[in-house]
């Protein structure tokens, strides 16, 4: 494989790289873990282009509307400050990756990481035009974090190897929708 194009205006962002979405987590995507090393060959490459990188995580309270136990559709996953919430171990962030904290809130899921974070406004202040996306799942937040790029005016390349879906079905749907809407499918 080569390295990727990264170009002037270009971001990485990496969705929900999280240990409770990994296997052994409290929300396991399977094979979650295997876009690890993918998403490590993504930031070597953007780290040595100086590439901005972001990364989202859930960050959810006790008692967070989408848990079950609330009546939402999740067990509890990536609480605050816990083990679970962590990024991936093996996930190589550089020390200026800029963090976005989504599922705060008491009254409602977040999704996605443009859900009132602030996000578009920041990369537009930096002059960012393209991203190149890629995390977990698929079929949630990483499809949710796509569409609103998109509906944000930013180009979008998905991270083909560097995502995976709770349900292959799902992966499928939300891989045909965000194609749909414009982002390119990448794997280099």
Known sequence: MSNPDFLPG?????????????PGGALPIEEGDQVVPVLNRYLDAAVARGVPVYASRDWHPAGHPSFKDQGGPWPVHCLQDSEGARFHP???????????????????????AFDQTGLATELRRRQIR???VGGLAEDVCVAATVRDALDEGFDVLLIGAGTRPVTAEGGREARRRMSASGARVVDV
């Open 90 to 112: 093996d996930l190589r962030l550089p020390q200026d990756t800029i963090l976005i904290t989504k599922g705060t809130r008491f009254d409602q899921d977040q999704n996605s």
């Open 10 to 22: 270009d971001a990485l962002l990496l969705v929900d790289v999280q240990i409770d979405f990994c």
């Open 130 to 132: 393209r991203l190149w």
